[in-house]
């Protein structure tokens, strides 16, 4: 076996580990920034109370945006601010996988979110209490965006009847186009 034979086995080696290598990234970064619906089982409805939206679900967790409780504070186009409250629930009976298959849920706690929004620039923010609006970056990871992105999606889609950062689309790597909030999202309204 000649030197360049070698090399040329060496070589393919590192491309086929670089593949694998970008396919995990790759499958690691949709899990990541794809809608957190798209992943969870846990029940669309808190209950079957229609009232309550699934709109993340982690670890055994999962909130429900309260239709009933929504609130726009400033109706002033291009600017918008709505309020609404986010229940954390989990499973009724203790059973994490009892829940996340559709089992029934209990309330564990509840949340006031304030979120702004500006329709021209498509930036949505919400009200961090003393340290003023923060931005919800629309390609974000669920550190940052978690629980917050999608309620103030579900609050502007209920209040408006339209998708703030819905429509965006992404290109991945290999020239799919994805988005943020996949039609799923939008379906229990």
């Known amino acids: ?14 491309r086929v580990g ?34 309550f939206i699934l709109v993340d679900g982690h670890m055994g967790t999962a909130w429900y945006v309260d239709r009933s ?10 600017s918008y601010i ?5 229940i954390s629930a989990q499973s009724a009976i203790d059973d994490v996988q009892d ?8 309330a564990i706690g509840i949340k006031t979110y304030r979120f702004s929004y500006d329709w021209d620039s498509r930036s949505m923010y919400v009200d961090s209490g003393y340290q003023g609006w923060e931005y919800l970056n629309p390609w974000g ?6 629980i917050r992105m999608p309620a103030g999606e579900m609050a502007f889609a209920l209040a408006y ?19 943020p909030f996949g039609n799923n999202f ?3 309204i």
């Open 99 to 106: 829940f996340y298959n559709g089992g029934e849920g209990a």
């Open 186 to 188: 939008y379906e229990p």
């Open 1 to 14: 076996m000649s030197y360049n034979q070698n090399l040329t086995r060496k070589e393919l080696a590192q």
């Open 18 to 51: 670089m593949k694998k290598i970008l396919f995990l990234l790759l499958f690691l970064f949709l899990a990541v920034t794809t809608s957190p619906t798209t992943f969870a089982n846990y029940p669309a409805y808190l209950n079957g109370d229609r009232n």
């Open 141 to 146: 990871c669920w550190a940052e965006t978690g």
């Open 69 to 78: 409780s929504l609130a726009v504070q400033s109706y002033n186009p291009p």
């Open 82 to 86: 709505i309020a609404v409250n986010v």
């Open 161 to 179: 009847g339209l998708r703030f950062y819905g429509e965006f689309r992404k290109e991945s790597y290999n020239g799919t186009m994805y988005h």
